[in-house]
């Protein structure tokens, strides 16, 4: 019942602020037990090669389902477990978890090429990414030219002395470095050619407007032309329509995912999707 316009404002805005914070502060908390309730699970989306429909590997996509808050979506807990430091056991978590299942998967003669993993920025900054990635592929087996790690453009290029450094170390072992969400930062076109870089990932915001949106069109086409003059694969996100397919194939965009060939689903789910995919022989 306050009496002035101001603190009439201030006794709407905290009250809002403070539930605001409460919430933040429960679902923090719910996240920081998740790993040992085991609420916290991979799914996987099939990575596709675009002229063959052949599946070329999985991107490994966690999922956290909360016996208190539900089915929570990555856009918000991952930004959540980065801003309180729980991203390093979480991914650390992820990338033994997703190495694991790349292993089963070999031994069951599956072919599956490429194991993406997504690496945060505060993982890949943190001082043992390099031996967490050593320890994965040594304790589970994997090979290392079958992981593939998933890296920002911005986690790239905001430190770019350390992530050089990084990424030279990280090729040492042998696994394979993508850039993902590319063209949503801001890239130094002379570092995109010195880090030992294999593929760029487009970001699917680029996708939305293809084929119908010219602009978006030329857009797409650049990206897809700069990755290639840089030597490297090239991967679109968010494929949802068959027009969208043809246009990135007559650009030559090799490699796509998206709705169109499948979601992200659970390894067992993914297995079953695998075989049914696999030409009858
Ligand atoms: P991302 O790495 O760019 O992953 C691709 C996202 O696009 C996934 O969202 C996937 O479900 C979605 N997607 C795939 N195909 C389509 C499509 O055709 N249409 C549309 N609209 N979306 C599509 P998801 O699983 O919700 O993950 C969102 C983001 O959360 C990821 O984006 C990644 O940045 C982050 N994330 C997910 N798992 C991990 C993880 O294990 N570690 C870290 N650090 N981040 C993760
Ligand atoms: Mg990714
Ligand atoms: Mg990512
Ligand atoms: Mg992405």
Not at 124 to 147: C, E, K, N, W, Y
Not at 200 to 217: A, H, N, Q, R, Y
Request: include cysteine.
């Amino acid at each position: 019942r306050a009496k002035s316009k101001g603190r009439n404002t201030f006794s709407h805005y905290v009250p809002a602020l403070t539930e605001k914070a409460r919430e933040r502060f429960e679902l923090e908390r719910a996240l920081r037990e998740a790993m040992a309730m085991e609420e916290l699970s991979l799914h996987y989306q099939p990575l596709m090669e675009l002229d063959t429909g052949r599946c070329l590997g999985a991107e490994a996509l966690l999922r956290w389902n909360s016996h208190r808050h539900g089915q929570v979506a990555p856009g918000t807990f991952v930004p959540l477990a980065e801003d309180s430091g729980l991203i390093v056991p979480i991914g650390s978590w992820v990338l033994h978890q997703a190495c694991r299942q790349g292993k089963l998967w070999l031994d069951a003669g599956m072919n599956v090429q490429t194991l993406a993993v997504n690496i945060s920025p505060i993982q890949f900054m943190h001082q043992d990414i390099v031996r967490l990635v050593a320890g994965a592929l040594q304790s589970t087996g994997l090979p290392p030219s079958r992981l593939e790690l998933e890296i920002t453009e911005g986690a790239l290029m905001s430190h770019i002395d350390q992530a050089g450094h990084t990424l030279h170390a990280l090729k040492q072992l042998g696994v394979r470095i993508a850039v993902d969400d590319f063209g949503t930062g801001y890239s130094s076109l002379a570092y995109l050619r010195r880090f030992p870089l294999d593929k760029l990932k487009i970001d699917k915001s680029f996708l939305v407007g293809v084929p119908e949106d010219t602009g978006e069109c030329q857009l797409v086409r650049t990206v897809v032309d700069l990755g290639r003059n840089l030597g490297l694969e090239v991967l679109a996100e968010g494929i949802e329509t068959a027009a969208q397919r043809c246009f990135l194939q007559s650009e030559g965009c090799h490699h796509g995912q998206g709705y169109l060939f499948a979601r992200p689903m659970p390894a067992e789910h993914f297995v079953c999707w695998y075989q049914a995919q696999l030409p009858v022989s």
